[in-house]
């Protein structure tokens, strides 16, 4: 039977009703396009996000970052211990930072001591920095084969550790009697004298040159001399900045440090 023929009203109803299936299907493919996209930028997003935490926790890795040895308390991944206002262990927050790299057998490190090292325990003490020390073993070589730079730094971090009331007091009277380079240096007996001299407690004194820290102390010299750039001692970081300042002229290291503040 033949089919009716379609008057033009119903031409145009058929041709609105086609045209509203088209946009319709258009538009469910234009959703599931953007479904798509927001899909893939959110994963490339989170792809990034994770590659940006992997490489900064990789820069902020050290050769300390998976030590196992003993470490002293509160000591970074740089071989830092902090100081603040609350003594060895602490920190002041907000205030600048101050590395000292130095070593214990260094004649230049006991001349800085002398003229800085009551600044700096004074600034630390008064919320105006942290002061972070980096004992070294640099001048082991320097020792006549007794290690004289590993033992005192490792004494000193058991100390900071252990009685840290004492460690800065017990640094400067380091320094006060620091025997000459090149030289043996002072004996195990002769460093717990010191210490005691100095307020160590006689239980912290009796134990800190057995060497506790000595490996920590062999680690932290290499990343400082292979990864941070410490080619000697001293040297000073203000916020991470090498101070190059007259290291002997008294009170100038404090004003660099108050003016950073």
């Known amino acids: ?11 145009r109803e058929a041709a609105r009703k086609e045209a509203e299936r088209l946009r319709k299907a258009q538009e469910a493919r234009d959703k599931r396009g953007r479904a798509i996209l927001i899909g893939v ?20 890795r050290t050769l300390l ?10 000591s970074n991944l740089h071989g830092g211990i902090p100081f603040g206002a609350d003594g060895a262990g ?21 001349d800085f001591e002398q003229v800085n090292g009551p600044d700096l325990a004074q600034a630390a003490a008064d919320g ?11 001048l082991d070589r320097f020792s006549e084969g007794t290690e004289y730079s590993t033992r005192t730094a490792a004494a000193f971090a ?9 460690a800065l007091d ?12 090149g030289s043996s240096g002072l004996t195990d007996e002769e460093i717990t004298d010191i210490a005691l001299e100095a307020g160590v407690p006689q239980d912290v004194a009796d134990s800190m040159t057995d060497g506790t820290y000595a490996e920590w102390v062999a680690v932290a010299s290499e990343q400082a001399s292979k990864h941070d750039g410490i080619g000697g001692t ?12 007259n290291r002997t002229n008294p009170g100038e290291l404090l004003a660099d440090i108050q003016a950073a503040g």
């Open 1 to 11: 039977m033949a089919q009716a023929k379609l008057t033009k009203s119903q031409r």
């Open 41 to 60: 930028v959110a994963a490339v997003l989170a792809l990034i996000i994770v590659a940006v935490v992997v490489i900064a926790k990789q820069a902020n």
């Open 65 to 74: 970052s998976d030590f196992e040895g003993a470490m002293p308390a509160n």
């Open 90 to 110: 602490s920190t002041n927050e907000g205030a600048p930072e101050v590395d000292i790299y130095l070593d214990f057998m260094c004649p230049y490190c006991g």
């Open 128 to 138: 105006e920095a942290t002061v972070i020390y980096h004992p070294l073993n640099y």
């Open 158 to 166: 058991y100390v900071a550790t252990e009685a840290p009331d004492t």
């Open 170 to 181: 017990f640094m400067a009277a380091l320094f006060a009697q620091q025997p000459e380079e």
């Open 234 to 245: 001293p040297t000073v970081l203000i916020d991470g900045e090498e101070w190059d300042g």
